[in-house]
């Protein structure tokens, strides 16, 4: 079962359909609205064709009629003509003056007034509606000549419009609320099955993570193949998985020193010290990787518990910065990893190096961008004055070296300080200097840098973090690619690295290969 650690309201969810529902709500409001418009228009204009018939069926009568100013007649027929549906009013105007009108009219002034069925003024009113009308002249024929003795205007208005179309109408919008309340359904529905359950189960997997039990985790979100959330699914199994092997790595190590301390206290007392020293370093690096393992995989717990629980005002610029977190979290976590696996390859020769052609560049822009984010969290700036150049070593190993000496210029440096990248051309050799502005390193404390699981002084009372392998590791990595690793350093200046990395030469036809031997 999963656990309900989010208020309804409060799901990530229901905030992403509610901002979606607001927008389709918006455009069918004005796609409705497109459509009221349409059709009002389309009647309007039919009715004004019906208008139009009224020429032809009372034009003759209304002709001769208003020849023989037969008053009588001329009302009966335009009260014939107010009884049609369309026609709220007519006026017959003569010499541009009014002649006779019944219903609603409208005068050449644009001032609307209303006649009683007999043709009497009722009186001027403010009309809301609005009007259109058709006119047509009148008429008469006599001794072949044609003679205008009057125009007929036959008036109606919006609300004969609204009567034609009303049903329709109130179809159109009960059509569209029914659609949008079933909308709302589905998103509710399609929300629930596909964000909230799945990130329940990724709260629950992850706070299940136990260091001592990684062989039987199990993480099962029930999404779809291919989404972001089976992504985080896939990589965050890939991340235990490497840690366990990390951790059954540790053990054999652990197996290995234990049986050759045994056998050395065996032989002489001499040897007796040098095994409580390699035992006291065991036992250390266990404790100090365990506690290094366990700090990032908590952030991530701790995040992603926290990506389900976000409040009303949080924002997708929150839930992002989030994400970074949980993802740095992850990534120092899987470097820290890869080091400690690397450096029990080492320990059994099994590194692989494979040197070719590359460029400089590439490995100083891949250094840089990796490290970057945990150097402003610091307030170190990271200056880049390398040159390009074409060199012949492994790529990835090399970014590898780059990364943990630029990651231990951040982590000794002073609050504002920098970490500067330059390059020197020789012969056969590029010198890659890496200078940061950090403490120092005294020289009593010279011979311990490059020494496995041995940290500094200022390491131990700063608490900073660090297993003390990643020197000892890229030193034997740019080694084994035929180069070096060196420093220089002034206490309370700072300290330059120099990376000694081979240059291409156009005769180099092979591959430097250190294979498991």
Not at 100 to 119: E, K, L
Not at 168 to 177: D, E, I, K, S, Y
Not at 299 to 318: C, L, Y
Request: hydrophobic share 40%; with cysteine; charged share 25%.
């Amino acid at each position: 079962m999963f656990k309900n650690t989010v208020k309804p309201g409060d799901s990530i969810s229901l905030q992403l359909i509610r901002v979606v529902f607001a927008f389709y709500c918006v455009i069918a409001v004005l796609v409705t609205g497109f459509h009221i418009i349409v059709e009002y228009r389309h009647t309007k204009s039919i009715i004004h064709d019906e208008l139009k018939t009224n020429e032809d069926i009372f034009g003759q009568v209304l002709s001769s009629a208003l020849w023989d100013l037969d008053k009588e007649r001329i009302q009966r027929i335009l009260q014939a003509m107010y009884k049609l549906p369309t026609t709220i009013g007519i006026r017959i105007d003569q010499n541009n003056e009014l002649f006779m009108a019944i219903g609603t009219v409208q005068g050449s002034d644009r001032t609307v007034g209303y006649y009683d069925i007999h043709g009497n003024y009722d009186d001027s009113r403010d009309y809301l509606s609005e009007l259109f009308s058709y006119s047509f002249p009148v008429v008469y024929e006599i001794h072949d000549q044609t003679n205008k003795i009057g125009q007929v205007t036959v008036f109606s208005d919006s609300s004969v419009v609204i009567d034609r179309i009303g049903l329709g109408l109130v179809m159109l919008v009960f059509n569209a609320m029914i659609k949008t309340l079933a909308l709302w359904l589905i998103f509710i529905w399609v929300g629930k099955r596909i964000l909230i359950k799945p990130l329940s189960a990724l709260t629950d997997a992850i706070s299940s993570v136990d260091f001592d039990k990684l062989d039987d985790f199990n993480i099962h979100l029930e999404t779809r193949k291919g989404n972001e959330l089976d992504v985080i699914e896939k990589k965050f199994e890939g991340m235990v998985e490497k840690l366990g092997a990390a951790r059954k790595d540790l053990l054999e190590l652990n197996n290995d020193l234990e049986k050759k301390v045994a056998l050395r206290t065996q032989d002489l007392e001499a040897a007796k010290n040098q095994a409580e020293q390699a035992n006291s370093a065991k036992s250390y690096f266990m404790s100090r990787i365990s506690h290094e393992l366990r700090t990032p995989l908590n952030a991530i717990i701790g995040f992603s518990k926290r990506q389900i629980k976000i409040s009303d005002d949080s924002s997708s610029d929150k839930i992002h910065y989030m994400a970074e977190r949980i993802n740095k979290a992850g990534y120092y976590l899987l470097m820290l990893i890869n080091d400690i696996i690397d450096f029990v390859d080492y320990e059994k020769g099994k590194i692989p190096i494979r040197a070719q052609r590359c460029m400089l560049s590439e490995s100083v822009k891949d250094s840089l961008s990796i490290v970057s984010s945990f150097a402003a969290d610091r307030g170190i700036s990271l200056e880049d004055n390398t040159a390009d150049a074409d060199i012949f070593v492994d790529p990835g190993r090399l970014t590898q070296v780059i990364i943990n000496v630029l990651t231990n210029g951040v982590k000794y440096n002073r609050t504002g300080g920098s970490v500067t990248l330059s390059c020197v051309p020789q012969e056969k050799f590029l010198h890659l200097n890496i200078t940061d502005t950090g403490v120092g390193i005294p020289e009593k404390e010279r011979d311990k840098v490059f020494k496995p699981f041995v940290r500094l002084d200022y390491a131990e009372a700063q608490a900073i973090e660090g297993t003390g392998i990643g020197l000892t590791l890229s030193q034997q990595l740019i080694r084994g690619m035929g180069g070096d690793l060196d420093f220089e350093s002034t206490p309370g200046e700072g300290t330059t690295f120099t990376l000694k990395i081979p240059r291409y030469i156009e005769t180099i036809k092979h591959e430097r290969i250190q294979s498991e031997t």
